[in-house]
């Protein structure tokens, strides 16, 4: 992975040639019934735009799972919380762009089609600021419009271009560059967790020494590295449970344990009750609380 600002620009510039000719959007529900995708649902919203020859994502919209074959001009937008899974079975680049609150997350990947999935971009740049406050008009314009409105693809092509402004207008200054670090290190970790990574593996992805990783893990969230990857790994089970439409072995592969049973007494050791036992206990309360309204 590169951390290249010039580089992810030139990308951008060449989302930016292609015509919009259709949006999709990725809901919350239902979810995945399988687990042999990864499900990458964040709170942030994004989007994913191939630029070149065809992407396939699964992904949740008007009440089903959809299996579809991306071509360049199509994009997926994900509500928060809305899931995709990209399906790396076919050669393609690819830009997708994530508007976090404090900074928005570019990355380009190039995968050629063929095993492992894809880990991590090739390309990657966080701006030092958030999107714009009309660039936030853009996106809240195209989440709420009618799918494929005319509208909501000028609006879309509005928003790109945002994005290319603020990346162009970046300035990241050295005084920024411990916060800009723990930025990479965080996106890494939520858009990773569900992955076989180490504190060596995270640290040579993000071209850092793994004491500078450890360190500013411990001073940004008061944890170590695998604490932290496990504090991730169960709120990503607990709001899986709270869906109640996987299984626990696939919510345990879905977090990255590769054993049910060790997963199972991770979670007792974090909520202090079993997934069973969680997932019984929501649902329960979540009935009493829509029949006494």
Not at 155 to 183: C, H, M, Y
Not at 187 to 208: C, G, M
Not at 236 to 245: I, M
Not at 266 to 290: D, V
Request: with cysteine; hydrophobic share 35%.
């Amino acid at each position: 992975m590169e951390i290249s600002k010039e580089k992810m620009l030139a990308y951008l510039h060449q989302a930016a040639s292609l015509k919009p000719r259709a949006l999709f959007t990725a809901e919350p529900r239902p979810l995945s019934d399988s687990s042999r995708f990864f499900v990458n649902s964040q709170k942030p919203p994004r989007f994913i735009m191939p630029l070149t020859m065809t992407k396939r994502i699964r992904f949740s919209q008007d009440g089903a799972v959809q299996d579809r074959i991306f071509t360049p001009g199509e994009v997926l937008f994900c509500q928060s919380w809305g899931w995709s899974s990209e399906v790396w079975d076919r050669e393609h680049t690819m830009i997708s762009v994530v508007f976090r609150d404090r900074y928005i997350r570019t990355l380009f990947i190039h995968h050629n089609g063929l095993p492992p999935d894809q880990n991590g971009p090739d390309i990657i740049y966080h701006t030092v600021s958030p999107l714009s406050t009309a660039g936030t008009h853009l996106l809240h314009a195209i989440l709420a419009a009618r799918k494929n409105a005319k509208s909501q693809i000028l609006s879309f092509r509005a928003l790109l271009l945002n994005v290319i402004e603020t990346v162009e207008n970046d300035q990241n200054v050295p005084e920024g560059k411990e916060s800009f670090t723990w930025d990479c290190i965080q996106d890494y970790l939520e858009t990773n967790f569900y992955l076989d990574i180490t504190r060596v593996s995270i640290a040579k992805a993000l071209h850092l020494h793994p004491a500078t990783l450890s360190r500013l893990v411990r001073k940004m969230t008061g944890c170590g590295v695998n604490e932290y990857l496990s504090k991730l790994r169960m709120e990503h089970a607990r709001r899986l449970l709270e869906e109640n439409a996987l299984t626990v072995d696939e919510i345990a592969d879905q977090c990255g344990y590769k054993y049910t049973s060790y997963f199972i007494r991770k979670f007792r050791q974090y909520y202090s009750e079993s997934p069973f036992r969680y997932r019984e206990k929501f649902h329960r309360e979540y009935r009493e609380r829509r029949e006494s309204k």
